[in-house]
């Protein structure tokens, strides 16, 4: 991660009152099956689900960058994150995938973006 600028990413508090936390269901559904997987043996109670991270800055970084090189957003924007995979969330690399909004939250828009091969 890239120590000279802030991070594009921002934790939230999670223990505010009114957060929903989604919890549940990632391991109440699979432990009584009749047939036991390796997960229910010898996997944890963990779930895959990453919750706390709010990529808004990330998003607003982005859209400020319309028209610049891809290239080099890509790199500062991978640099400052801790996985590119929220990149991909508002921005398609093929015309035919774009969209025109993206809804990144319960309550969150954000425009849609593509990169432009041409230029």
């Not at 790199?75 to 400052?80: F, I, M, P």
């Amino acid at each position: 991660m890239n120590r000279d600028k802030k991070p594009l990413y921002r934790k939230v508090n999670t223990r505010a009152r009114g957060v929903i936390h989604n919890f549940g269901s990632d391991f109440k559904y699979s432990r009584n099956k009749k047939r036991e997987t390796v997960e229910q043996t010898k996997g944890s109670m963990h779930g895959k689900k990453e919750r706390g991270l709010d990529y808004t800055p990330l998003f607003r970084f982005l859209l400020s960058k319309v028209g610049k090189n891809w290239d080099d957003i890509f790199s500062e924007a991978s640099s400052r994150l801790d996985k590119t995979e929220p990149i991909f969330w508002i921005v398609a690399l093929d015309e035919n995938e774009k969209e025109e909004f993206v809804r990144t939250g319960e309550s969150s828009f954000f425009s849609g973006l593509y990169v432009d091969v041409e230029n």
